[in-house]
């Protein structure tokens, strides 16, 4: 049974950490499109934030590496919690 929890874990902390990983890499993603995207609209003078910027392909890639990451965080917390023995 011990090295069964130990195994667990190992997975838990691995799921964490890359999902900790995968969220902060989506909310860059999503910030380098979203700045990009505006200094660009800055350097044409236009007045409003382009919609391509929160809501164009770029934007929605680093939003559904930000979700994946967050799965994996839940999941963590999920597994964490089921070993317990507790019922």
């Keep these: 049974m011990s090295q069964f929890l130990a195994a667990v874990w190992l997975l838990q ?13 989506g909310v860059a993603i ?9 200094a660009v609209a ?9 919609a ?3 809501r164009g ?3 929605q890639f680093g939003l559904i590496v930000f979700a994946a990451g967050m ?9 964490t919690s089921a070993p317990d023995g507790r019922h």
């Design 13 to 25: 902390k691995a799921l964490s950490y890359g999902g900790l990983v995968m969220a902060l890499a």
């Design 30 to 38: 999503f910030g380098w499109y979203f700045i990009r995207l505006n």
């Design 42 to 50: 800055a350097k044409s003078d236009a007045a409003e934030i382009p």
């Design 52 to 54: 391509e910027s929160w």
């Design 57 to 59: 392909p770029g934007a």
């Design 71 to 79: 799965g994996l965080a839940m999941a963590s917390i999920i597994l």
